[in-house]
T-cell receptor, first 113, second 111 residues
């Protein structure tokens, strides 16, 4: 079974731009979560989607948003990019919100110049 | 507040030597506990997990972890380290929708 896939793997943007990252979960997994990883803050939860609905959200500004499609694929969007948004963005999937184990993709490395 | 602590930022170990990485958690009730490993530029790979039952958990790549409720700890061990074990290791806990991670421990393996 294929793992979680994320595209693109690398992105370079400039301040003020917006960016969209994509995540395809493991087949049969319907819950997708996003995490931000930075050297200073470590791994932080962004949000979780299930059945095309955002179920939970971490402590991030409204510039960070996401959505989920009927095939469980998810996208996250960051508008008005800031230098501090440079990070590795990780997507994780699990079978459903009650499932205990999340499986991670390789991440998208976003660099904001 | 719920938190996960990994006291060691960096550990250097000789190839063939044993390895132990420490993890402590602070939760109202015992959470689900996990160890993930991350190689440079890669995502997180699940090594093992603990939910309940036997306090010694076996994982992939020869790793094991021991849950100690009295110490709120979930330490990761490997009897004999290989050069390929050089990576960053994250302890994580969950009792609801999200994983809370420790800061990570970087393991360097010397020949």
């Amino acid at each position: 079974k294929a793992g979680v896939t994320q595209t693109p793997r690398y992105l370079i943007k400039t301040r003020g731009q917006q960016v969209t990252l994509s995540c395809s979960p493991i087949s049969g997994h319907r819950s997708v979560s996003w995490y931000q990883q930075t050297p200073g803050q470590g791994l932080q939860f962004l949000f979780e989607y299930f059945s095309e609905t955002q179920r939970n959200k971490g402590n991030f500004p409204g510039r960070f948003s996401g959505r989920q499609f009927s095939n469980s694929r998810s996208e996250m969007n960051v508008s008005t990019l800031e230098l501090g948004d440079s990070a590795l963005y990780l997507c994780a999937s699990r079978t459903g919100p009650q499932a205990d184990t999340q499986y991670f993709g390789p991440g998208t490395r976003l660099t904001v110049l | 507040a719920q938190s996960v602590t990994q006291p060691d930022i960096h550990i250097t170990v000789s190839e063939g030597a044993s390895l132990e990485l420490r993890c402590n958690y602070s939760y109202g009730a015992t959470p689900y506990l996990f160890w993930y490993v991350q190689s440079p530029g890669q995502g997180l790979q699940l090594l093992l997990k603990y939910f309940s039952g036997d306090t010694l958990v076996q994982g992939i790549k020869g790793f094991e972890a021991e849950f100690k409720r009295s110490q709120s700890s979930f330490n990761l061990r490997k009897p004999s380290v290989h050069w390929s074990d050089a990576a960053e290791y994250f302890c994580a806990a969950s009792n609801d929708y999200k994983l809370s991670f420790g800061a990570g421990t970087t393991v360097t393996v010397r020949a």
